[in-house]
């Protein structure tokens, strides 16, 4: 079973590989995914010991090790998948949104998730953008 997995996976790798890069990231993609919902998981497990730790902290009333140790869990597995849906935005050419962190359309004016207006201020963007113009201007 063990073997056909190796296998399968080779194949799979192989086929990947050899397709041009647009499926490539779509593979890439694909992996982020499956991790990005582990990793979400991974918090809402640790959200629900979070809470069980305020409460026993605050019947204590005192700074409980494991509530603080749990509150910098999260905040580490939040940044995880912030990093992984940061990727999956770059590989499909979307965006986070500032309000739900949902991955939205890159030319999206509201998020499809909240709702909220998206507003495109970072300098990161503007580079973009005059990288954009540069090229219009060679052509
Ligand atoms: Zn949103």
């Given at each position: 079973m063990a073997e056909f997995f190796k296998?399968?996976?080779?194949?799979v790798t192989d086929v990947?590989?050899?397709v041009k890069s647009k499926a490539k990231d779509t593979y890439d993609v694909t992996r982020l995914k499956i991790d990005l919902r582990k990793k979400e998981a991974d918090l809402d497990l640790c959200f629900e010991r979070l809470g069980r730790a305020y409460y026993v902290n605050?019947?204590?009333?005192?700074?409980?090790?494991?509530?603080?140790?749990?509150l910098e869990k999260a905040?580490?597995?939040?940044?995880?998948i912030l990093n992984l849906k940061n990727k999956i935005a770059v590989a499909?050419?979307?965006r986070i949104?500032?309000?739900?962190?949902?991955?939205?359309?890159?030319d999206a004016t509201y998020c499809e998730n909240c709702?909220?207006?998206?507003?495109?201020?970072?300098?990161?963007?503007?580079?973009?953008?005059?990288?954009?113009?540069?090229?219009?201007?060679?052509?």
């Open positions: 296998n399968f996976t080779k194949k990947a590989s050899n605050t019947q204590k009333g005192g700074n409980d090790e494991k509530l603080i140790a749990l905040k580490n597995i939040s940044d995880e499909q050419n979307k949104c500032d309000h739900c962190a949902s991955l939205i359309d890159k709702g909220q207006k998206i507003v495109v201020a970072s300098k990161e963007q503007e580079n973009e953008f005059q990288v954009e113009v540069i090229i219009e201007d060679e052509e």
